[in-house]
């Protein structure tokens, strides 16, 4: 039987207090020498290698990739060290996870990772440059870079100012909502209404969390959410009046262009709401001028007004209408031009040639009251 030398113990007990080690650092070495000698002497036994099989097993289960390796020392070191060390007590697995690392495909988490060197920040600034759609800003400048790679491309673009507005696209749920607007008659004797198709509405809604993975994404984070609050507001631009003065007084409406994956792509229009909402519980920052909450949400109300006059055949999404059976609905299809200009010009010549016979009867008709009052 494995047992504690208590003789060896009671003789290394410090005399002078405990100081951070109870019992003092003596008395912990001599523990953790016999803990060592007890469990060593343990493994030897067929009891001790059915453990070690049995833990080589079960850590081989381990559904987290890179940490199915068990590491039999780590229980030796463990028993060495004083319950003080608790936190330098090595795991009882290899980390093997820098080996197995998942592409940016495979892991959305690493596209934050600027360590890793994988997809950088998406925690881009706020900026952009009037008239040039292909000048985006990234963490260090405001314009002049390349698109920001994210899983979905998701951007705002502020028309009036020249800005862009990228968020990670963490989006929540969307709804893309499209609606008639008719106008009904009740004539007399009819008991059916009469409608009049007059216009359509479409609205896309969707939502999108915001979260701040270091204490320097504050202020970009926040200057984002801010410029997308204004998004509902008017931007006051200068007028030049007749008499050649300024005016400074004229509002602009907010247009803005929506990307969101491949169903939207730079589609103009405009936001009718942007809510913010901070969840009970979130985490703050706790610093003075930066006291704002890590994680928030903000929810958009988009009016679509889309590139092209809307019909039944229109490309109701961007990118995904090219790649529909049929075609994109936009293309010029000159067959089928060619087949609507022959239906066109058949349905002219047919309304000519009644034309004609109809000018024809009514000149005999003309011709035969002629001759009855002659007679």
Not at 231 to 243: C, D, H, I, R, S
Request: with cysteine.
């Amino acid at each position: 039987m494995i047992t504690i030398n208590p003789e060896k113990l009671v003789r290394n007990v410090s005399k002078n207090g405990d100081f951070i080690f109870r019992g003092g650092l003596s008395l912990q070495e001599e523990l953790g020498r016999q803990n060592v000698e007890r469990f060593q002497k343990f493994l030897s036994t067929p009891q001790g290698r059915l453990f070690t099989a049995t833990q080589v097993g079960l850590q081989a289960l381990n559904p987290k990739r890179g940490t199915r390796i068990y590491n039999p020392v780590a229980p030796i070191i463990s028993k060495a060290l004083p319950q003080e060390f608790t936190l330098f007590k090595p795991r009882r697995h290899f980390d093997t996870t820098n080996r197995f690392r998942k592409t940016k495909n495979q892991d959305a988490v690493r596209l934050f990772d600027r360590k890793g060197r994988i997809g950088g920040s998406l925690q881009v600034r706020y900026g952009g440059e009037v008239g040039n759609l292909q000048s985006f800003p990234n963490r260090k400048k405001s314009k002049g870079e390349s698109a920001p790679k994210d899983f979905i491309k998701f951007r705002i673009r502020d028309a009036v100012n020249g800005k862009y507005i990228i968020f990670p696209a963490l989006l929540g749920s969307i709804s893309d909502n499209s609606s008639a607007e008719t106008t009904s008659y009740n004539y007399i004797g009819r008991a059916d209404k009469v409608h009049i198709y007059q216009g359509y509405t479409r609205s896309v809604g969707f939502s999108v969390d915001i979260v701040a993975l270091s204490k320097k994404d504050i202020p970009i984070i926040w200057e984002k959410v801010n410029y997308a609050k204004g998004l509902v507001l008017p931007q006051y631009k200068e007028f030049f009046t007749e008499g050649g003065g300024v005016d400074t007084t004229r509002p602009v409406a907010p247009i803005v262009y929506l990307t969101l994956g491949d169903l939207f792509n730079d589609a103009p229009g405009f936001f009718s709401s942007v809510n913010l909402t901070i969840a009970e519980g979130s985490t703050w920052e706790l610093s003075d001028g930066q006291q704002v909450p890590h994680v928030c949400q903000l929810t958009f109300e988009f009016t679509y007004i889309g590139k092209q006059t809307p019909t039944m055949t229109s490309a109701q999404y961007d990118n995904i209408g090219k790649k529909f059976p049929l075609g994109d609905p936009n293309k010029f299809d000159a067959v089928d031009y060619n087949n609507a200009r022959q239906v066109a010009e058949n349905s002219v010549e047919e309304a000519r040639q009644e034309l004609i016979q109809q000018e024809e009867q009514d000149s005999v008709e003309i011709l035969g009251d002629l001759e009855l009052e002659e007679i």
